[in-house]
């Protein structure tokens, strides 16, 4: 498992309880049902179902989904339950509560990212509907569109309703976003979008030369000399999960600082120092060799394999071997 995972909250109690055991289930994905696992499955189908109830004068809430990225952790709560006002996260056994230290420690990994997510309550209220409903509005006009332009003009436009979103995600006060600008760009939130971008396209080219496209030649970018048209359109996909992620988690995370950003005079143009420079290629790199569950093959990738898998897609459908090309969504 590489650093950049989330450690799954469930292997920490199956740890404590037997490390072997861990990692036949989380690393080698060996792990056979038996007679009690089965049961349990059955005992646990409604907590594993969203809803609330109560339990002998107990308010519960059920099946909350919980992520750090503090302590790298990921998972789900059976149970939560209000007593004196205050929510905790429960693990039942059987119809009791665990008394086991697994259990405990299970509880209490659910309870700090639980906590967290309390304590981030103030940006909950994000106004982010109506930048939404234009964007729905984009791809609902997208199968009206009769021409090339059309639909490059509908992709302006959702680009323009995500990016005027997009300080709003920023969580820091020493951070600000107004609007995309490069060539050069003039902010540091900007700078850090263009050097991303730039890093993906170049990964991006290599994965179509692999397959053994021609990058120059695209569908939705303009041909122009030079101009990788190929790449930047098959990197449209990976630019929201891959840079603007590693974007807003190094600000939010307070990785990088003001202090990281030096503005050159003439230009105005903003850039990296060495040392940040140094901090941002380290998260890039990171992020590539980060494995997710592929929503189209089913299995665990990593986001740089993903670059070439998904030009053999695009390759299989230019090919007639698919219907249509299933892009890069993750839910």
Not at 283 to 290: A, G, H, N, R
């Amino acid at each position: 498992m590489n650093n950049t995972e989330y450690i799954p909250i469930a292997a920490l109690n199956q740890y404590a309880y037997c490390p072997h055991r861990c990692w036949r289930m989380f690393c080698a994905e060996e792990f056979i049902d038996n007679q009690y696992t089965i049961e349990g499955t059955s005992l646990h189908e409604r907590v594993h179902t969203l809803g609330e109830g109560n339990r002998e004068e107990t308010w519960q809430v059920r099946a909350i989904y919980l992520k750090s990225d503090k302590y790298q952790l990921i998972g789900k709560s059976d149970l939560i339950e209000l007593e004196n006002g205050e929510w905790y996260p429960v693990e039942y056994k059987r119809g009791r509560k665990g008394e086991w230290d697994n259990d405990e420690l299970q509880v209490c990994a659910q309870a700090l990212c639980y906590s967290l997510l309390k304590s981030q309550r103030s940006y909950s209220n994000l106004d982010l509907n109506g930048r939404l409903n234009q964007l729905a509005t984009a791809i609902a006009n997208l199968d009206q569109a009769t021409s090339i332009n059309s639909i490059r003009g509908l992709e302006g436009a959702g680009s323009a309703a995500y990016f005027g979103c997009f300080n709003q995600l920023i969580r820091v006060d020493n951070f600000q976003f107004h609007t995309r600008n490069r060539r050069p760009p003039t902010d540091p939130v900007n700078s850090l979008l263009s050097l991303g971008y730039a890093l993906l396209r170049h990964d991006v080219q290599s994965a179509i030369n692999i397959v053994g496209f021609d990058p120059y030649l695209g569908y939705l970018h303009t041909e122009r000399y030079g101009r990788p048209s190929l790449a930047l359109d098959l990197m449209e996909e990976f630019r929201p999960v891959i840079v603007d992620a590693i974007v807003l988690a190094a600000i939010n995370r307070r990785i990088l600082s003001p202090t990281d950003f030096i503005t050159e005079p003439v230009s105005n143009a903003v850039s990296l120092t060495k040392e940040g420079l140094h901090k941002f290629l380290r998260l890039y790199q990171e992020k590539k060799q980060t494995k997710f569950k592929h929503p189209v093959m089913q299995k665990q990738y990593t986001y740089q394999e993903s670059f070439e898998l998904q030009a053999r897609l695009l390759a299989k459908y230019l090919m007639g071997e698919i219907e249509k090309y299933p892009p890069l969504v993750m839910k």
